[in-house]
């Protein structure tokens, strides 16, 4: 407990760890470096006892290291005021720092200290997080996380240029798509995209596994949100077939967003799969799908609600109604080519009602007649009307278009 330490074991122990942080820089240790940045790290008890033990830690820092004391000072301070909870003045404190060690990073040739500016990165965004949290409990701005953002701009143009520091602006990208996905200001990610897939500078396949793994997940989610659904496939995929196979919980989420994607465009993972991860949610929705079960379908939308809006997926389920539609009709197909061969081309509307009716859902002729119509135009269905006898004639030739792929 910092009460029973004396003032002696307290200089001691700040002394060392300033030594040690300049030490780092002097011998370009990047590691060590990175572990001295962690604010937030559970083994910092130590030191923090020390700092409060001892206020006098800025003017030791300043007069001991005069010529780093811009980074020295505010990231004592950042640290004890971490270990007190009181994340918003830790927040400020650390921005200091991390600007002052952002002034230092561009001076160096060598991308030597790339892991400890990447543990800057993540500490200013958890610091941040944290701070909001407090703030908005205090009726007061959350505003760090935005500034977070800000900061990290300013690292990613530092990175972005020709030369080996650019190998860590991946990372620094992958930090800014969680501060934008958390404050919903999504549209801020386009900036960045641009500048990782299309400046020459970068060649993606030469940055980390784990980063392009996020890089993809975070990609393949706005796709989601913009209904590019064969994009965002080809991303989550990327991010799922590449992830590393023992973090079940990264599975999972980029799982959460692939299902959906898949389900748009036709295809049905299997029910092992939602069980193995716990994504059971998914379930009943798949299952109205094989049935042309509209009334599983909304059912299923109705209970899980509120997960499916959290995650942004609602809008994208909702839209599988056409393929229960498609499913149903063609289960009527199956069934009257049965009973009469002769006519099994020919659907009654009045029998898609009847077939409505028995799950529960009213709807008239009219309104079965306008969803048969958006079958037929998104080609889920090939045939035509004949209006005066409210029959859908379907085509003898693949009436019921698979999906193959492509989304509805």
Known sequence: MAAYLSMGEAHRRIGDYLSRVVDAISSSDGAALASLFAVSAPDSTLLSDALAAFPDFPRLAGDRFPHLADLLVPLLRAIHSHSLQRFADAYSSFEKAANAFLQEFRNWETPWAMEAMHTVALEIRLLAEKADRELAMTGKNPDKLQAAGSFLMKVFGALAVKGPKRIGALYVTCQLFKIYFRLGTVNLCRSVIRSIETARNFDFEDFPVKDKVTYMYYTGRLEVFNENFLVADQKLTYALMHCNPQSESNLRRILKFLIPVKLSIGVL???????????????????????????????????????????????????????????????????????????????????????????????????????????????????????????????????????NGKPV
């Open 269 to 403: 993972p299997k029910r092992t799969l939602l069980e193995r991860y716990n994504l059971l949610e998914y379930a009943d929705v798949m299952t109205s799908l094989k049935r042309g079960d509209l009334r599983l379908l909304r059912q299923a939308l109705d209970r899980h609600e509120d997960q499916f809006l959290k995650s942004g997926v609602y809008l994208v389920l909702e839209k599988l109604e056409l393929q229960v539609y498609q499913r149903l009709v063609k289960k009527i197909h199956i069934i009257q080519r049965q009973k009469e061969p002769a006519k099994a081309h020919q659907i009654k509307l009045g029998v898609v009602v009847k077939a409505l009716k028995w799950l529960e859902i009213d709807m008239d002729v009219d309104e079965v007649e306008c969803i048969m119509a958006c079958l037929i135009y998104k080609n889920l269905i090939k045939g035509y009307f004949a209006h005066k006898s409210k029959v859908l004639v379907l085509s003898k030739q693949d009436p019921f278009p698979k999906l």
